[in-house]
């Protein structure tokens, strides 16, 4: 479970988020709405240990993450959070297999062992025949597919995405759809998702906006 309390957040003089209180249950896909400039993308950093509130803490479970030191906090990142962004942000110079692996290299995982979930999780998405081509040679939403499962190789608990289909047609954005319900339904995966989609955020199972900084629904 994921739980923020008293969250404020400022750039220079512009006060971006003024005391954000919510809760995610694990395995729920929550659906972050509202305008432009709202704080949206700026909670979801908070939430993901890419940035520091000002003031207020953050809770996974019982870890109060803001209160570990620079390393255990990079380290519980890797271990509990992926990351999907609008624009996949693949490594152009690797391939599929490799792109998916990555975190898991990264974090300190056997070689082997890295490549085999990563090989597991290209298979799941679909990639499997695209497993040796760079991101050039995808389409919009085979990247998207791959980012989706380099965000899973270190089996986090918690997906946060950052207007995952905002960059794709609707074919494509009704496939992602449909797999981040079939990834909660087939690994137990939490999704906090920031959205200007209508649609995936009326199908998530919680809609929190925020307006202003505040939430207001």
């Known amino acids: 479970m994921i739980r923020a309390a008293g969250i404020y957040k400022s750039f220079d003089n512009l006060e971006v988020l003024k ?12 659906a972050i709405v509202g305008p432009s400039g709202a704080g949206k993308t ?39 959070i992926g990351f999907v962004f609008q624009f996949h942000q693949l490594l152009p110079e690797f391939n599929v297999l ?15 062992e890295a490549f085999a979930r990563a090989r597991t999780l290209v298979d799941y998405m679909g990639l499997g025949e695209r497993i040796g081509h760079r991101p ?9 597919r791959a980012a989706v499962a380099r965000a899973l190789v270190n089996s986090p608990a918690v997906v946060l995405a950052d207007e995952p289909s905002g960059s794709l047609d609707s074919v494509n954005r009704r496939e992602l759809h449909r797999l981040f319900f079939e990834l909660r339904r087939d690994m137990g995966t939490t999704f906090v998702i920031v959205t200007h989609d209508n649609t995936l955020a009326e199908e998530a199972d919680r809609i929190i906006t925020l307006n202003d900084g505040l939430i207001s629904g």
């Open 19 to 30: 005391g954000i209180d919510l809760t995610v249950n694990d395995g729920e896909i929550v």
């Open 42 to 80: 700026t909670l979801l950093q908070l939430l993901g240990t890419l940035d520091s509130p000002d003031r207020g803490h953050v809770y996974y479970d019982d870890t109060d993450i803001y209160a570990l030191r620079d390393r255990e906090l990079a380290a519980f990142r890797g271990r509990n």
């Open 98 to 112: 490799e792109n998916v692996a990555m975190p898991a290299l990264i974090a300190g995982t056997r070689r082997a």
């Open 136 to 144: 050039s040679q995808l389409s919009g939403g085979e990247r998207q």
